[in-house]
C-alpha cells in the first residue's frame, strides 16, 4: 500500500486479482487524481483512469506524453497492461446517446487484454440494422449490451447469440425512463436467459467483467 494524504494506493491488487487497480476520477480534484496516477506511475502500474475530465487528461499528457484520452468515454490510460490481446467481445449500443458508455465498456476491456469489437446504433427500433451486424456479433465470446429507454436490446441479443450477455443500462430516455431505472429493470427481468446486469451507466463494470469471461475462454 502506499499512503498518500487523500488516499490510499492498492499496488498489490494485480497480486491478488490478476488487474491493478482502476482510478475512478468523478469526485476527485484534478490534482488528486493526478497524484494518484503519478504514484502509480512510480510504481511502475499501468493506470486506466475512468471519468476523467479533459482537464485532468491534458495534465496528464503533459506528464506522460504517451497517455492516450478518449473525450467520449472520458477513458484516460497512462502505460499498457498487455501488449497482446486475446479473444472477442462485442460491445453492441442501441443508439449514438449510448455510445459513452459502450465506448467506457470497450476501452476497459481492451485495456485488459480483450479485442473488441464496438457496433454502434443497433437499437430495436431499426432491428435490421442489428441483423446486419448479427454474424459479427455471433463470433463474440461474450457481448456487452448497452441501451437506454427501454432497454431491450440486451433481451432480443440474448435470444440470438450462444454466447453470455452483459447488459447495461444506460440514463438515456425520456422522463418514465427515470435517468436508466426503467431500462435497468426491463434489463433485470428479461426472459432472454443468458443475461447478467450492471448498475445504470457502469460501463467500466462490464467492460471488466466481459474481459474475465473472454479471457477465461482464451487461454
Same mark, same amino acid.
Given at each position: 500500500?502506499?499512503?498518500?494524504?487523500?488516499?490510499?494506493?492498492?499496488? &498489490?491488487?494485480?497480486?491478488?486479482?490478476?488487474?491493478?487497480?482502476?482510478?475512478?476520477?468523478?469526485?476527485?480534484?484534478?490534482?488528486? =487524481?493526478?497524484?494518484?496516477?503519478? &504514484?502509480?506511475?512510480?510504481?511502475?502500474?499501468?493506470? !486506466?483512469?475512468?471519468?476523467?475530465? &479533459?482537464? !485532468?487528461?491534458?495534465?496528464?499528457?503533459? !506528464?506522460?506524453?504517451?497517455?492516450?484520452? /478518449?473525450?467520449?468515454?472520458?477513458?484516460?490510460?497512462?502505460?499498457?497492461?498487455? /501488449?497482446?490481446?486475446?479473444?472477442?467481445?462485442?460491445?453492441? =449500443?442501441?443508439?449514438?446517446?449510448?455510445?459513452?458508455?459502450?465506448?467506457?465498456?470497450?476501452?476497459?476491456?481492451?485495456?485488459?487484454?480483450?479485442?473488441?469489437?464496438?457496433?454502434?446504433?443497433?437499437?430495436?427500433?431499426?432491428?435490421? &440494422?442489428?441483423?446486419?451486424?448479427?454474424?459479427?456479433?455471433?463470433?463474440?465470446?461474450?457481448?456487452?449490451?448497452?441501451?437506454?429507454?427501454?432497454?431491450? !436490446?440486451?433481451?432480443?441479443?440474448?435470444?440470438?447469440?450462444?454466447?453470455?450477455?452483459?447488459?447495461?443500462?444506460?440514463?438515456?430516455?425520456?422522463?418514465?425512463?427515470?435517468?436508466?431505472?426503467?431500462?435497468?429493470?426491463?434489463?433485470?427481468?428479461?426472459?432472454?436467459?443468458?443475461?447478467?446486469?450492471?448498475?445504470?451507466?457502469?460501463?467500466?463494470?462490464?467492460?471488466?467483467? =466481459?474481459?474475465?469471461?473472454?479471457?477465461?475462454?482464451? =487461454?
Amino acid at each position: 500500500m502506499k499512503d498518500l494524504d487523500f488516499a490510499v494506493i492498492d499496488t &498489490r491488487r494485480e497480486e491478488r486479482t490478476g488487474y491493478p487497480e482502476v482510478v475512478y476520477c468523478a469526485g476527485k480534484t484534478p490534482e488528486q =487524481a493526478l497524484a494518484i496516477i503519478a &504514484r502509480m506511475r512510480e510504481e511502475k502500474l499501468p493506470v !486506466l483512469a475512468t471519468r476523467a475530465e &479533459r482537464l !485532468l487528461a491534458e495534465q496528464a499528457q503533459k !506528464l506522460f506524453p504517451g497517455a492516450e484520452y /478518449d473525450p467520449v468515454s472520458k477513458l484516460l490510460t497512462v502505460g499498457r497492461f498487455r /501488449d497482446k490481446t486475446r479473444g472477442l467481445v462485442a460491445v453492441v =449500443a442501441a443508439g449514438t446517446s449510448d455510445l459513452p458508455v459502450a465506448k467506457e465498456a470497450a476501452g476497459t476491456a481492451a485495456f485488459l487484454g480483450s479485442n473488441v469489437l464496438l457496433i454502434t446504433d443497433v437499437g430495436i427500433a431499426g432491428i435490421h &440494422r442489428l441483423f446486419d451486424r448479427l454474424d459479427e456479433i455471433r463470433k463474440a465470446r461474450v457481448v456487452v449490451a448497452v441501451a437506454g429507454m427501454e432497454g431491450a !436490446l440486451a433481451g432480443v441479443i440474448a435470444g440470438l447469440v450462444s454466447a453470455p450477455v452483459i447488459a447495461v443500462p444506460t440514463g438515456v430516455g425520456y422522463g418514465a425512463a427515470f435517468g436508466g431505472l426503467a431500462a435497468l429493470l426491463g434489463m433485470l427481468t428479461s426472459c432472454s436467459p443468458g443475461i447478467s446486469v450492471v448498475n445504470i451507466d457502469n460501463g467500466f463494470g462490464a467492460g471488466y467483467q =466481459a474481459n474475465l469471461i473472454n479471457l477465461a475462454g482464451s =487461454a
